[in-house]
């Protein structure tokens, strides 16, 4: 478990130095470059900034143990994250969008300098780069806050893509003299905006559903009965509640046993659903066990 932690700790803080770098690269050639779309994607890297630090405060947080208020333990902590970061994807999509938008109502745009093509390249590289790493990693150790992490590297590739087609059509229109084509530059913005937007409420939805402690569907439940009903003592499952908690789950089950033998029998049984759940499903973090006498008319 703490290897699990120091792994994300690691991959964060590559994120958060990567955004840093990349942000002020973006902020000072798009200033000096002219290109709308640029500085658009500097904001979305300022906010892969902030979304990367909330992210690490998530993952210290849930790796702490149960305590006395949170006898389940803390792995909700990172889908508060993810839910943080989706926020600020939709946030700054809308501000890309009114950004770029307003450049419809105003005075012919000039075309970006080609400095900016480079610097829109590098990033493409690099954030590629961040979401294979960290898509990864996630899926490995199963963490959502970095998983939502990931996909905001992926955004901000996909918005990048978007600014270079913008940046290369501008330059093309002011070589050609084809003025419509001054328009790419803000359209890139929008295009962005509308990638951005997209993916924050996709991540808020699936961090939400964690939150309302939905529980897993049967196709996920099933391993977990199956292993059950192999145990010695076990007549019939007759509940199971599974749900995630964070990285991890946790499950509530009843299960019936022959009701002529002793409390300390049941309990026997009851400690052995328990052991064997966490030892051969390693996704499982908290078992909670209720016994019911075994009754064929039930």
Known sequence: MDNRFKE??????????ANTLLTILKGIFGYIS?????????AHSASDVAGSVAVLAGLRTAKKPPDEDHPYGHGKAENIATIIVAILLVVVGIEIATSSAGVFFGEVPKAPGGIALVVIVFSIVLKEALFHYKHRLA??????????EAWHHR?????????????FGAIMGDMFD???LLYADPVAGLVVSLVVIKIGFSLAKEASSIMMEQVLDADRTDPFVKTVLSIPGVKRVDKLLARTHGHYIVID???SVDP??????????SKNVKRILLEQHEDVNQVLVHINPFNETD
Do not use: C, P, Q
């Not at 002219?34 to 500097?42: F, I």
């Not at 899926?139 to 939502?148: C, D």
């Not at 955004?155 to 600014?163: E, G, K, N, R, V």
């Open 8 to 17: 994300a700790e690691f991959a964060t803080w590559v994120g958060i130095v």
């Open 34 to 42: 002219g290109s709308r779309a640029l500085v658009a994607d500097a």
């Open 139 to 148: 899926k490995r150790i199963n963490s959502s806050a970095l998983m939502a």
């Open 155 to 167: 955004s901000d590739a996909l918005s990048s893509i978007a600014a270079f087609l913008g940046v």
């Open 178 to 180: 084809l003025t419509f």
């Open 253 to 255: 089950i009843k299960v």
């Open 260 to 269: 002529y033998i002793t409390v300390e029998e049941g309990h026997r049984i």
